[in-house]
RNA sequence: GCGAAUAUAGCUCAGUUGGUUAGAGCGCCGGGUUGUGGUUCCGGAGGUCGUGGGUUCAAUUCCCAUUAUUCGCCCCA
């Protein structure tokens, strides 16, 4: 007989405390930045009909990456890989009363069924941004300006990353105009292009020839090393330099220029593997050599609303993910000390103080400090200890002196400074604090 | 789904050329002295060596399977 795993599911992980702090950090910078961009907070259930993935997100993720079941009644549902198709049918279902540019935000849990690797796991956590009813490059530039500041936020600056941007209407003009490729060829070549960077230039060339055929090749491969030697847009190949998808592209970026950010490129081999991007697809890249990949990404999907039986609503989003988040913050050194939300840890002393304690306790929580109080009855030295193991600010002593004095030794257990402090005084500290830790504290946006 | 590496105490790891009671550091718990910890003294707990099977007089050690973790591929962000 085995007895039970204290082991997480697979590719799961268990937030302790300490790791629920920064998750709380990050989503709560998620949070207040969604928020100063106007965009409201929504939630979506965690199933949906199988159907409304198999649709669009793309054959891998729908048949092969969801966790899938049959409920009592019959139904094929599907726990949630992703939040794209579950706010176009929200906004679908009530798409004749929304005001719109509707700008909408989640931040929710997912799972899909993969090998769990470094950044990699089955249960994940997403902020989803997006902005319906809005036409043009406008909506796309404030994406991805919001792109940049949820970086910013944390402290990131423009050298650590990269921006790349290119747009499906490019790739589609350049496989078949272009390359004049068919259907079945463009999407291999589409895969080809996506992994140009971890395969050599030989192995890129052969694979290349092989989705050309004979007949094609070598005046395939010209053309796309005209392409890939394109340092910028305005050195592209005449033909799709003049095509209305680069003039989109082109449009992106003088906007982006305009709202100040800097580290945007044009990048034609990047394809992104989801179905339902129509336009503008991008991604945020570190450029750190420990942690070389794509951060998030994002782009215009307008044809997913229709899907759902409405007629069709524009839609762009971006989906930054919280655990490229934390390996991007910890690479960079952009993750502070966070300390317990307790505040105020009272340490008891002496036999007959826990009653006058308990006082002060009940104080301290009606003037809203976070506070814990040691009930244990054991030696200073333990009290101090469990307080300082739990990261709390502050520790107050109170034996009984203080009970007569009103007068408390106000411990800050960072600095270990220690002052005999009144109560009025103790709360204005703590509250100083709080305004300067605005970041780790959600109370302040509910 | 494919390939590789790893699995010994809570953590980081030693060790056993197959042999009786399996080790260290840190951590944890208790006690002494202190109205003050992260840098004191003394003591203690905790491991059927990932799991199942095989070979052997004998397996933590060798073999097979399995599970988990890590890295890579596929895929994706």
Request: hydrophobic share 40%; aromatic share 10%.
């Amino acid at each position: 007989m085995s007895t039970l795993s204290p082991q997480s599911y697979k590719g799961t992980r268990d937030y302790y405390p300490e790791d629920k702090r920064i998750q709380n950090f990050i989503f709560n910078n998620w949070k207040r930045v969604s928020m100063r961009f106007g965009y409201e907070e929504y939630g979506a259930p965690l199933l949906e009909p199988l159907d409304v993935y198999a649709a669009k997100s793309g054959q891998e993720l729908a048949n092969e990456q969801t966790y899938s079941f049959t409920d009592r009644g019959g139904r094929t549902v599907a726990i949630r890989p992703e939040m794209t198709p579950s706010i176009s049918r929200m906004v679908a279902a009530r798409r004749q009363e929304m005001a719109y540019p509707a700008r909408l935000f989640s931040i929710a849990n997912f799972m899909r069924y993969e090998r769990p690797q470094r950044g990699r796991e089955r249960e994940f956590w997403q902020l989803n941004v997006d902005i319906f009813g809005a036409e043009g490059a406008l909506p796309e530039s404030e994406i991805i300006a919001m792109g940049a500041e949820f970086l910013k936020v944390f402290g990131a600056t423009d050298d650590m990353y990269v921006i790349r941007i290119n747009n499906r209407k490019v790739i589609n003009y350049m496989m078949a105009q272009y390359l004049g490729l068919d259907a079945i060829q463009a999407q291999l070549m589409i895969k080809l292009f996506d992994r140009k960077n971890k395969i050599s230039n030989e192995e890129f060339r052969d694979q290349a020839i092989d989705i050309f055929g004979e007949s094609m090749a070598s005046s395939g491969l010209a053309k796309i090393s005209a392409l890939l030697s394109a340092k910028s847009m305005a050195e592209l190949p005449g033909e799709i330099r003049e095509s209305s998808a680069v003039k989109e592209v082109q449009e992106l970026f003088t906007l982006l220029e305009r709202a100040g950010v800097k580290n945007a490129m044009f990048d034609i081999t990047l394809m992104r593997g989801l179905d339902y991007y129509t336009g503008t697809v991008f991604e945020f890249f570190d450029l750190h050599p420990d942690n070389n990949r794509s951060l998030f990404g994002g782009g215009r999907y307008d044809g997913l609303v229709g899907l759902f039986g409405a007629e069709q609503i524009s839609a762009v989003g971006m989906a930054p993910g919280l655990t490229m988040t934390e390996l991007f913050l910890q690479t960079h050194n952009l993750l502070p000390k966070l300390s317990s939300t307790t505040e105020v840890y009272i340490v008891v002393l002496g036999e007959d103080t826990l009653k006058g304690a308990m006082a002060v306790a009940a104080n301290l929580r009606n003037e809203g400090v976070n506070t814990e109080l040691d009930i244990t009855g054991r030696k200073l030295d333990k009290q101090l200890k469990t307080a300082i193991k739990k990261d709390i600010p502050y520790i107050i002593f109170i034996g009984e002196d203080e009970l007569k004095s009103e007068v408390y030794s106000f411990k800050d257990t960072v600095s270990s400074e220690e002052q005999k402090l009144s109560f009025e005084r103790i709360i204005s500290t703590v509250k100083d604090r709080r305004h300067a830790h605005v970041d780790d504290f959600d109370d302040l946006f509910e």
